[in-house]
């Protein structure tokens, strides 16, 4: 403090932090200057400055009854509210961070027990518990007491490591980006070797850098419109067939989740909404076609949210009963336009007329089909939604798949509809708010990696393979 008080006859200072962390053996200028800010919080008054460890030491206790009123506060807010409740504390972030994170992992887990069993939030443990792994100035102690109560946190704590490294240096990480953007647009292995100017193996080990990609783009989204389309798609994986389940956005056509399986019953689809409302909450309506293990699933979690059919899923399963059914052409022709006109018509009573009307006249498997799937479900059809948004999704993941030969593993799927999932956010931002897509430049990350004699060598290689 003394040095820094030390003023040239201009009324400059005559030492910097610099200089005087230096002096000091400081490894950052930063660390000199947080000793000078105290000072001034202080009022520059010395005794207090030198007084100040004790009072902050007597600030713990009040810490630690804050954040265990209120644990799911992110540490800036802990930090505003603290200052303005207990104005008497003079204190940077920092500090607070330290005394944060000397927290008893155990009264931690004790209060989000008691929050959970009371429902007064969901039970969103792992990412309250990676703040403050994630914090540089959390001791090794505490982390180990976390990791030994939580195991699995160990895993999930080195891979936001990774994470935090890759997108602190944005610049050598750009080519990972690069690769999976290209693959979603169905660049091939054996094209993207070329292009790069490596191997097809080193493509391969780049395709699988970011690996916490998924997370990442969950982390991110910030805005849903709360009204969600969803759907599965069947896939075959190293010869069985597997299921990928979808949620996507049916206002705007955005992916906001997607798990692959290997089943569809009710308790598969239970575990998937449960995802889904860990990660957003509670949407406004679903939409969905008329599966009754999906049903079962989405009752046991949002029993109270409204349901919507997809009323193009119910029109074509009714035209191919009646043209299974009805042979006379012109007959056939009255029935399809009755069953148009269930779900064009403008009025709520003249599109049930409608139904009670084809019921009457067609014949009996028709019948029973809208009498079981249509009027029974006329409370879920009545506002005429439709699952496009899950379907064109759908249609993308087609597409990105018929490109390659052969999918071998769950892992590269899983990789693959993360990378398409990477370029619909590249494309549409608005569910995204200052996220790592915004300091994705594309175009400068293609001119440092694509050099233009790989370019020139991939032309060269089609135009030989196309004439041989």
């Given at each position: ?59 713990l206790p009040l ?90 946190m160990a895993e999930?704590?080195e891979e936001v ?308």
């Open positions: 403090m003394l040095l820094r008080l030390f003023k040239k006859e201009n009324g400059k200072n005559l030492v910097s932090f610099r200089e005087i962390s230096a002096l000091f053996g400081l490894k950052k200028r930063q660390n000199s200057n947080n000793y000078y800010r105290e000072f001034v919080e202080c009022d520059e008054d010395l005794l207090l400055f030198l007084k100040r460890k004790k009072r902050l030491e007597e600030s810490i630690e009854k804050q954040i265990l009123k209120m644990p799911l506060l992110s540490i800036a807010e802990q930090y505003k509210l603290f200052l303005g409740s207990h104005p008497e504390f003079k204190m940077t972030l920092s500090s607070f961070q330290k005394y944060y994170s000397q927290i008893d992992a155990v009264k931690l887990k004790k209060r989000f027990d008691e929050l959970i069993t009371r429902k007064e939030c969901r039970p969103d443990k792992e990412r309250f518990l990676q703040e403050i792994l994630q914090e540089p100035e959390t001791s090794n102690q505490t982390r180990k007491q976390i990791i030994s109560i939580f195991p699995e999930t704590s490591r990774k994470e935090l490294s890759f997108l602190r240096d944005m610049k050598s990480s750009g080519k990972y980006f690069l690769i999976m953007f290209l693959t979603a647009c169905n660049c091939s292995f054996d094209v993207l070797s070329l292009l790069f100017g490596v191997s097809k193996a080193t493509i391969h080990n780049w395709f699988y850098q970011l690996s916490f990609l998924k997370r990442l783009l969950l982390d991110s989204i910030k805005w849903w419109s709360g009204i969600i389309s969803v759907d599965e798609k069947w896939i075959k994986i190293n010869g069985k067939w597997h299921f990928l389940l979808s949620i996507v956005d049916n206002v705007t056509g955005f992916p906001l989740y997607f798990a692959l399986v290997s089943d569809l019953k009710a308790d598969t689809w239970k575990i998937f909404f449960q995802r889904f409302y860990k990660l957003y909450g509670k949407p406004k309506l679903i939409i969905s076609d008329g599966s009754k293990s999906l049903a079962a699933g989405r009752k046991a979690v949002f029993p109270f949210v409204q349901h919507q059919l997809c009323k193009f899923h119910k029109l074509k399963n009714l035209n191919k009963y009646i043209y299974l059914s009805v042979y006379n052409g012109k007959r056939r022709s009255k029935m399809l336009k009755l069953a148009r006109n269930i779900f064009r018509n403008t009025t709520y009573y003249g599109r049930k007329r409608t139904a009670q009307k084809l019921m009457e006249i067609a014949p009996n498997q028709v019948s029973v089909y809208v009498k079981n799937h249509i009027l029974a479900d006329w409370k879920n059809l009545t506002k005429g939604y439709t699952s496009n948004a899950s379907e064109r999704w759908n249609r993308k993941i087609e597409k990105v798949i018929s490109g390659r030969y052969g999918l071998k593993s769950e892992k590269f799927v899983e990789q693959l509809i993360t990378s398409l999932w990477l370029k619909e956010a590249i494309r549409d931002k608005r569910h995204l708010e200052k996220s790592f897509v915004d300091e994705l430049n594309l175009k400068s990350i293609y001119q440092e990696n694509l050099k233009m004699c790989n370019i020139i060598d991939f032309v060269k290689h089609n135009l030989l393979r196309k004439v041989a």
